[in-house]
């Protein structure tokens, strides 16, 4: 998935599509499936695994499917499409609000005792990276200073924070992986 979009499905009897995205902490998803000749379910499971949330339906002759979603951690969720009866089938067309399946980095928070920043969407415990920062935005890569190198954590997130006392000018920061 990227971006604001819409995406096409088909559903065969007993099958299940497997959709993933990336999210920070806050983020929103705002899913709808609707479908042709079934009614649609959504099951949306968060980074570790864990049901989240998923959709109910009261009428057979319901053909659309709708869940929103804030995000409380970040990583990368996955969403399961199904038929909610037994043996539905059919195509369907799943719209979904920005979300992406690419390596990214979540707005920072600034609190009292510094900045957090997170990256998500790495490989598990092998995409390697480097996170440079600089106060020149315009100064070419080989000029910015690397905080941190390091690999994605088992859910691919990493989290780096950085203390001070005042705040820094003007902070740019970029992710690079290897």
Not at 11 to 35: H, K, M, N, P, S
Not at 135 to 146: E, F, G, I, V
Request: aromatic residues 12%.
């Amino acid at each position: 998935m990227g971006g604001e979009a819409a995406y096409a499905g088909t559903l065969q009897i007993g099958d299940e599509d497997l959709w993933t995205f990336t999210a920070c902490a806050g983020d929103y998803a705002a899913i709808q499936v609707v479908g042709t000749l079934f009614t649609p379910s959504i099951r949306l499971y968060g980074p570790d695994g864990s049901l989240l949330s998923e959709t109910k339906s009261s009428s057979l002759n319901t053909r659309s499917a709708s869940l929103l979603y804030q995000a409380t951690n970040c990583g990368t969720f996955l969403m399961v499409i199904s038929s909610y009866y037994l043996n539905g089938t059919g195509t369907y067309q799943l719209s979904a609000n920005d979300l992406s399946d690419r390596i990214r980095l979540c707005l920072p928070t600034l609190s009292a005792s510094g900045l957090t920043l997170t990256g998500v969407r790495g490989t598990a415990n092998a995409t390697r990276f480097i996170l440079s920062t600089t106060t020149n935005a315009a100064a070419p890569l080989t000029q910015w200073t690397p905080v941190l190198t390091n690999t994605f954590d088992a859910h691919g997130v990493f989290i780096y924070s950085n203390t001070f006392e005042t705040f820094p000018p003007q902070q740019y920061y970029q992710l690079t992986t290897e």
